[in-house]
């Protein structure tokens, strides 16, 4: 039987700009519980960091879209969407922050900066 852990994240989520989001839906064979997980587990967590810029993303996608302007099918590559709604450093540091004051201190930040995981 799976089972969805919830405690070590919540124990941890009392910083001001962190919000932990259980999902709406617990998956059929799935149980919720408020236990901590076995010390033996290992599971891969992803914290997202809010992304910037999303104005910018929007402007170019709109761009991209629209038969009579000048960037009509110039679509952005992924990288350069990625640097454009990367996320405010001031973000990234808070969360890796928050990571490390609660012992995590092994973790990865994805390309873009917008996913922390460990």
């Known amino acids: 039987m799976r089972t969805v852990f919830f405690s070590a994240l919540a124990a941890v ?3 001001a700009l962190v919000q932990v989001h259980e999902p709406s839906v617990i998956p059929t064979g799935w149980t919720k519980t408020n236990d901590e997980a076995p010390s033996s587990s290992m599971f891969r967590v992803n914290v997202g ?5 999303m104005d910018g993303v929007r402007k170019v ?5 629209n038969p009579l302007g000048e960037g009509y099918l110039q679509y952005p590559t992924f990288d350069q969407i990625g640097e454009l709604s990367r996320p405010k450093p001031e973000h990234s540091r ?7 004051e609660s012992g995590i201190t092994s973790f990865k930040t994805h390309t873009h900066g917008d996913y922390v995981h460990f």
């Open 13 to 15: 989520s009392s910083a």
């Open 49 to 53: 960091v809010k992304r910037g810029n």
């Open 61 to 65: 996608l709109k761009a991209v879209s």
């Open 94 to 100: 808070a969360v890796k922050k928050w990571l490390s």
